[in-house]
T-cell receptor, first 111, second 117 residues
Framework: QQQVKQSPQSLIVQKGGISIINCAYE??????FPWYQQFPGKGPALLIA?????SEKKEGRFTISFNKSAKQFSLHIMDSQPGDSATYFC??????????FGQGTTLQVKP | GAGVSQSPSNKVTEKGKDVELRCDPI?????LYWYRQSLGQGLEFLIY????????KSGLPSDRFSAERTGGSVSTLTIQRTQQEDSAVYLC???????????????FGPGTRLTVL
């Protein structure tokens, strides 16, 4: 069964710092790699997504870096804020097209 | 409302009882997913409905779990003879179409927190 490996499991960053979360995936014929953000008591919500025809996508303080040859992608949160404290999930498409989610990273940004 | 809704928001039941969890997807979305999120864990895929196709049940953990989607809209996840290890948050998501692509963003509901005593 296909897996997506996400690390670290938890992360503590000072306000203004850079948060980095990494994911590794297995072979897939599809090309859509999203990151979801989940606040306590809420369902996950799409944060940012990338197609691997580009190596990087930036939206505000959030950037996805994609390394297709290594089958790895990462989320960078620049100038991290306490409001960014949440659980982050990466996802990769399975060979049947449905999304396989990573185990999640709990981010705490200290003021 | 415009989002995915789920009911109940919380459910406490006794071991051995059956439970039904409901999901109302976004109107017009043809794809519907159920996931399970245990404490501190990731999103475990359970089942996927896409239009009139046979559902992908590959993630259901046992034959105690089943799901239906009536009229291509509302879905019910049923857990029979609940066990304590079934305690988790059950999340439903819907998307415009099936398959992983930028056109098929999954929108999640708030989840149902199930506690089996």
């Amino acid at each position: 069964q296909q897996q997506v490996k996400q690390s670290p499991q938890s992360l503590i960053v000072q306000k203004g710092g850079i948060s980095i979360i990494n994911c590794a995936y297995e072979n897939t014929a599809f090309d859509y790699f999203p990151w979801y953000q989940q606040f306590p008591g809420k369902g996950p919500a799409l944060l940012i997504a990338i197609r691997p025809d580009v190596s990087e996508k930036k939206e505000g303080r959030f950037t996805i870096s994609f390394n297709k040859s290594a089958k790895q992608f990462s989320l960078h949160i620049m100038d991290s804020q306490p409001g960014d404290s949440a659980t982050y999930f990466c996802a990769a498409p399975s060979n049947t097209g449905k999304l396989i989610f990573g185990q999640g990273t709990t981010l705490q940004v200290k003021p | 409302g415009a989002g995915v809704s789920q009911s109940p928001s919380n459910k406490v039941t006794e071991k051995g009882k059956d439970v039904e969890l409901r999901c109302d997807p976004i109107s017009g979305h043809t794809a519907l997913y159920w996931y399970r999120q245990s404490l501190g864990q990731g999103l475990e895929f359970l089942i996927y409905f896409q239009g009139n196709s046979a559902p992908d049940k590959s993630g259901l953990p046992s034959d105690r779990f089943s799901a239906e989607r009536t009229g291509g809209s509302v879905s019910t996840l049923t857990i029979q003879r609940t066990q304590q290890e079934d305690s988790a948050v059950y999340l439903c998501a819907s998307s415009l179409g099936g398959g992983a692509s930028g056109n098929n963003e999954q929108f999640f509901g708030p989840g149902t927190r199930l506690t089996v005593l």
